[in-house]
Each structure stands twice: as structure tokens, then as C-alpha cells.
């Protein structure tokens, strides 16, 4: 039996307590971003040292805005006491929110999200971060998909302001209107978009940045002139190789390859160049270099 939300008209009630699967750059900014909003989260993740650095780097970055009198020392260290960290979802408390924030993995999300329905029961939201993956094929193996969402936030996600609030076939209306609102008491701009390949953002951004890699691979400009081009001939705030690095270029890859697959395009087909510097270890600020080189990037 399906799970079909109480239809009422009242306002949504923010969650008051989350769960961040993944510790990883995404899941750390997530839950970075709801403590600072006063919402308590516990950031699940089997690996002891990713949940040290996780905390680490949020830290770090609460102590950034201290310095940039952003934040109050007591605000500060209100918002690190609403952080936990623990290494399963059986170890985690019953919540009304989960968001999901592992590896861009169909089989990976379907296992995760099939663990949290078991363990927080049937009223719990389950959004998945996923930047490409289907909600729709994600929600196949949970119960009641009703309560099912995408909730794709934007690294960095403490200061991109935008949420994909994604519509998989089962999501009711009120686990739309709840994340929805959720996105908005963080301080972001949600935008409701439907179940396709790649959602809005990256259907328009991901073939830009692939085109990108061509141009370099053919030897149409050089890495930083290409990135030049779109900064000062199209006004964007960072060049499309320099924006693939942030991303991640394993993260690019695994969309284009949905894209690519899903809609059956070859338009869509994956720059070599971008398969072999994702071959050899190079996925961009993550790991120290990809197209650019950065030689203080943190693990």
C-alpha cells in the first residue's frame, strides 16, 4: 500500500530534527547549513576519518564567518552543538527528514533510502541529493514513495542559493510543499522541477561544460582561455573547466553518463578528456587538480 499524505491547509511544519547520509563535501554543507538555521542533524557516514574531517571542515567554516563577522562566537558554537555524527542510520534517531548525500550511485541510493524507511518508519521524508539519478527509479525500492523527494542542493552549499525540489511520480504535494519550505527556512531558493534526466540545472549546465572539455581536447583555446571566453564574454562569475573542478569531474561523468544513456543523444556523449583525468585519480578541488591545479586543496 502506498503512503498518500493527510490533505490540510495549513502551512507545512519544518522538520525540527534531520539525519545528512554522507559526509562528504555535499552531505557536510548540508548539515552545516541546517544547523545554522537551528534545525539539530545527525551526519551518518561508516568512516570514522570522513566523519572527522566533515566536522573539521565545518568547523573551519563556522570560524570563517566568525572572522568575517558573520556569525557571533555564541552563534557559532550553538550551531556546532547541533551537529552529531555517528557511523550508521540504526544508530541515528527517529527523524521527520532524511537527506541523502552519497555516492552518485542508483543501486548505492535505493539501499540507503530502503535502510532509513525501515529504521525512521513510515512519516519520514526521504529526499536524495542526487544531482542526476531518477527519483522515480530511487523511490522503486522504498515504501510508501509517496514521501520520496529530490532535494538537490549546489556545492558550495552554504553559499549557492538555489535547491532543485524534484517531483518523482509518486511525490504527493505535501511532501513537495514540506521540502519546499524547508529550502526556504535555509535560507534557499527552491525551484520545482519534474523527474527527467539531469532535472533542470544540469540538462542546461553539464552539455556547457562538456563542450568545454572538446574545445580543450581539439585544441580550440588553451584551459585558461576557454575559461576566460566565458567569464568575459558571457558574464560568468567562473570559467566552465574551473566550475567542473568544483563540481567534481567524477560527479560530471556520472551525469553526463545518465544524460547519455537516458536520453539517447549522442550530443550528450562524455569528452575522453573528461573519462581519463577521472581515470587517473584527477576529479578536480577535491583531490588537488583536475583541469586547474590546487596544490592546498583539502582531502
Not at 490540510?8 to 557536510?28: K, S
Not at 511525490?171 to 531558493?189: E, N, P, Y
Not at 560530471?252 to 553518463?257: G, P
Amino acid at each position: 500500500m502506498w503512503y498518500v499524505a493527510a490533505v490540510t491547509d495549513e502551512p507545512p511544519q519544518i522538520p525540527d530534527r534531520a539525519v545528512v547520509l554522507g559526509a562528504g563535501i555535499m552531505g557536510r554543507g548540508i548539515a552545516q547549513v541546517l544547523a545554522t538555521s537551528d534545525i539539530p542533524v545527525t551526519l551518518i557516514d561508516p568512516d570514522p576519518d570522513a566523519r572527522a574531517r566533515a566536522t573539521g571542515h565545518i568547523r573551519a567554516a563556522l570560524d570563517r564567518r566568525v572572522g568575517r563577522n558573520d556569525l557571533t562566537p555564541e552563534a557559532r558554537d550553538a550551531a556546532f552543538a547541533r551537529i552529531s555524527a555517528l557511523p550508521a542510520i540504526t544508530d541515528a534517531p527517529a527523524v521527520p527528514l532524511l537527506i541523502e548525500a552519497i555516492t552518485e550511485s542508483l543501486q548505492a541510493k535505493r539501499d540507503a533510502l530502503a535502510a532509513a524507511a525501515t529504521h525512521l518508519g513510515r512519516g519520514a521524508i526521504l529526499a536524495t541529493n542526487t544531482s542526476s539519478i531518477s527519483v522515480t527509479a530511487i523511490a522503486a525500492a522504498v515504501p510508501h514513495p509517496a514521501r520520496v523527494i529530490g532535494m538537490h542542493f549546489f556545492n558550495p552549499v552554504p553559499a549557492m542559493a538555489l535547491v532543485e525540489v524534484v517531483r518523482g511520480h509518486h511525490t504527493d504535494d505535501a511532501t513537495i510543499d514540506t521540502v519546499a519550505a524547508t529550502a526556504r527556512h535555509l535560507g534557499k531558493v527552491p525551484v520545482t522541477v519534474n523527474d527527467t534526466p539531469g532535472f533542470a540545472a544540469n540538462r542546461l549546465l553539464m552539455p556547457l561544460l562538456n563542450e568545454a572539455m572538446y574545445a580543450l581536447m581539439e585544441g580550440v583555446a588553451s584551459r585558461d582561455d576557454i575559461d576566460l571566453v566565458m567569464r568575459l564574454g558571457m558574464g560568468h562569475p567562473m570559467g566552465p573547466l574551473a566550475l567542473a573542478d568544483t563540481i567534481g569531474l567524477d560527479v560530471c561523468l556520472a551525469v553526463m553518463e545518465v544524460l547519455h544513456r537516458d536520453l539517447g543523444d549522442d550530443k550528450y556523449r562524455p569528452c575522453p578528456l573528461l573519462r581519463r583525468l577521472v581515470a587517473a585519480g584527477r576529479l578536480g578541488r577535491k583531490t588537488g587538480g583536475g583541469f586547474h591545479a590546487y596544490p592546498s586543496a583539502a582531502p
